[in-house]
């Protein structure tokens, strides 16, 4: 579905059901040159199993217009306006990577409309190497080979994602290759890694938090590690909120190489 946000049409995937007005909520976040269909799985599940689903493109990213947003800050403001544009009270959130990161931001930002939190293949600070920033903006189609070589661990996921034998390098890389296309006016890749590389605000964001947070992460993670994320983990603990960490045998592309995993965790998650 097309929602109007902030004066421009933002795309959002229901998991092809209606929503309905007593089911709660999950907005699903993605991460830097990803779009909406990285949760594919797990958003047509929960769809069909008694939630709300709002798995989007970030504005200039895929089906969505707008301008691309240069911070954490920004996207997570356009994460509570889509809240606000369907008239909904409060929701769950998911975030991916960078999509971890901005929903984290929305959830300290906006603390009484946010009632879980999921980051999947989180990490803070999460730097950006300068040879990847470099290649993100002078060689873009180098640095997506560059960047799938680090977020898998796995060339075939199990049947579940995608259908059986899915060539998880190959898929990943086309996707990135049209989600940099849908924007002729901004190099979004470049854009989301400064967005991640610049961000400063994970440790305060995380001890605002006033809901129960769950961390999605992956053992064989190189892109970022499970020990990356500890900073955010031991701010959520000084929080007082109840934490949740689940590690899975997986690279930083969980929802495809993993997706039961993901799925599982998200279902006991989202119930807490």
């Not at 929960?46 to 969505?64: C, E, K, T």
């Not at 707008?66 to 959130?93: F, I, K, N, W, Y």
């Not at 990490?123 to 993100?136: D, F, G, I, K, T």
Request: hydrophobic share 50%.
């Amino acid at each position: 579905m097309m929602i109007d946000v902030l004066g421009a049409p933002l795309y959002a995937y229901t998991g092809g059901r209606p929503l309905q007005a007593d089911w709660p909520t999950v907005v699903m976040i993605h991460g830097v040159l990803n779009d909406h269909s990285v949760w594919i799985l797990q958003s047509r599940y929960l769809a069909h199993h008694g939630f709300n689903v709002l798995a989007i493109d970030l504005p200039g990213h895929g089906r969505s217009a707008g301008d691309a947003p240069a911070s954490v800050e920004e996207a997570a403001r356009t994460v509570l306006a889509l809240l606000d544009a369907l008239g909904v009270a409060q929701a769950a959130l998911v975030g991916h990577s960078w999509g971890s990161l901005i929903a984290l931001q929305a959830a300290a930002d906006a603390p009484q409309r946010v009632t879980h939190l999921a980051l999947v293949g989180t990490a803070y600070p999460m730097r950006v190497s300068p040879a990847l920033l470099e290649a993100s903006l002078h060689d873009p189609r180098r640095a997506i080979d560059m960047v799938n070589v680090f977020s898998h661990s796995t060339l075939a996921p199990p049947p579940s994602a995608l259908g059986p034998g899915t060539w998880l390098y190959g898929a990943s890389r086309a996707l990135m290759h049209a989600v940099l296309a849908s924007n002729a006016q901004v190099n979004v890749f470049h854009r989301g890694f400064l967005a991640c590389d610049r961000y400063q605000g994970g440790e305060a964001a995380a001890r605002a938090l006033r809901c129960p947070v769950q961390f999605i992460l992956g053992t064989r993670d190189q892109m970022t590690p499970p020990k990356a994320a500890q900073p955010l983990i031991d701010a959520a603990h000084a929080a007082g909120v109840p934490v949740d960490v689940v590690h899975i045998p997986a690279g930083h592309a969980l929802m495809t190489e993993a997706p039961d995993g993901v799925l599982d965790a998200l279902r006991r998650g989202l119930q807490a």
